[in-house]
């Protein structure tokens, strides 16, 4: 387990700008809805301290992914075919 650095500060109400070793982005709140900028997470807070994460990978192009992996910073993925470009994503914790 490794020291991570990690700080989020509100802009506006339901809206973040977060600071990590990765880089920066922005995390917006609406109501039951939340959503960051840089892994395109979505999430919806339900009742009893659940919430359900919507799969960014699931619909997504091959071409879409590329991008997701080109702003994250990543390299490496030129050549991977769809499903390993996900597992790639997803070992990366670009997208869950």
Not at 26 to 44: A, D, E, H, L
Not at 48 to 62: E, P, R
Request: proline share 3%; hydrophobic share 35%.
């Amino acid at each position: 387990m490794g020291l991570r650095f990690r700080k989020r500060i509100k802009v506006l109400p339901g809206i973040s700008l977060n600071l990590s070793k990765s880089g920066v982005s922005t995390s917006v709140k609406i109501g039951p809805i939340n959503w960051n900028s840089r892994t395109g997470k979505q999430s919806i807070n339900l009742p009893g301290g659940f919430s359900y994460h919507i799969d960014k990978a699931k619909g997504a192009t091959k071409a879409e992914l590329v991008q997701v992996a080109k702003d994250a910073g990543l390299s490496g993925y030129s050549k991977l075919n769809k499903q390993e470009l996900i597992d790639f994503l997803q070992q990366a914790g670009v997208i869950s």
